[in-house]
Each structure stands twice: as structure tokens, then as C-alpha cells.
């Protein structure tokens, strides 16, 4: 790998991923320019594990949805393990999946069914948090080395940040749309029915709670019907 070619390609999808103007798409940027900037990288997908319950995003091509599925069946597996830091480690490589048995054997074998040959994963992560593993894979055995892993850490670090820039944002515009929501729809139930702007709020508190519906939900359906019902 020419590292100064690299630099320049990395700064350059930095830059790209911070315009991305929602998380969709800045993750579809991720994995995208692993697979273009990784040597070996034939496919790449973002794998998020809450609970024991896995989340696939992102995914260059079925194989990766496959290989976390897997994983979530067996409660095993290199990708697993680095999204919940397994060890302490922030990176597993599995340079052959034809040759490593002492880990993860159903994963491995299923993985080998797959056409993998050899992949690495990395976690996401931010001071404040851990947001994920970025999995990286090829179907060639021994794809992987220590110059690609070096290369996929650095590409790591920017996501992770992107990713975390990205959700922060999506969760800021959801907070200021809710807001501006719930406070149409109150305005309308205090001309419609003269209610005070605490009995106004009350009523939407009440419906949401004993329908089981978001608050932002019973409002959009005041906005556009006139009452939380309908």
C-alpha cells in the first residue's frame, strides 16, 4: 500500500462522510470506502449488538447480513465479540477461516459455507461510547495483514466519529420535529376546545399513555385530523 495515497483517500472520505446529510448514508459511505480503500476488502457492514439482539447496517453485499445472522443464532463470533469488546480488544482479524477452529467453530464452519475466507473487525468507538463493530471481509484466505489492519483502524477512527456526528444530529432534528409537533397540536386543541396550555399538553400525555402511542405520534394525528383519535 502507497501510504500517502492512502492519507489522501482517507481525507477525502473524512470530509465526504461528514456531508452526508443523514446516518443511512453516512454508514453506506463507511462501508462503501472500506471496501474501496482496504486491500482485500470485498465486502464491509456495520454490525450493532444490543442485548444478544444483532443489527446489520449498511451491508456492501447479503453475505455480511448472512455472516451476523449467524452469529446472533450461534451467540458467537469475531464480530460479535468485537462489538461488545470481548477481552478488552477493539480489533479481531481472522486471517483463515479454513484454519482456525479453536474459536467460534459453528461460526467458522458456517462462515467457510459461505465463501469467507478470512476477515477483521473493528470496534466503533467514541470517548463517550461504543457504537458498534465495522466488519471487514474477503473471500480469499490470508487477504488480511498487518498493513490492512493498520489501514482499516484508520478508516475505524474516522467512522466512528462520522457515525456518532451523524446520530447526534438525526437525534437533534427528531427532538426540534417532536417539539414543534406536540406544540402545533396543543395549540389546536386550546382553540378548539379552550383548554389552557397545561390541559392542552395533559390530554396528549393522557391518550399517548393509556393508547400506548409515542407522544409525537398523538400529535401528528392532532395536526392532521384535529383530535388525538382521529
Known sequence: MEWRTFAGQLATMARDLLAQETVDATLERITGSA???VEGCDAAGVLVLRGRQVSTLAATEQVVVDSDRMQERAGEGPCFDAARRAGGRRVFRIADFGGEAAHWPDYLSYARGLGL???????LFTEDEDLGALNLYSRAPGAFGAVSETAGGLLASHAAVAFASARTGAQMREALATRHAIGEAMGI???RHGLTEEQAFGVLRAYSQETNVKLRQVADRV?????PGG
Open 117 to 123: 475466507g478470512s476477515m477483521m473487525g473493528f470496534l
Open 223 to 227: 395536526c392532521a385530523d384535529g383530535g
Open 35 to 37: 471496501v474501496e480503500l
Open 189 to 191: 386543541l386550546m382553540g
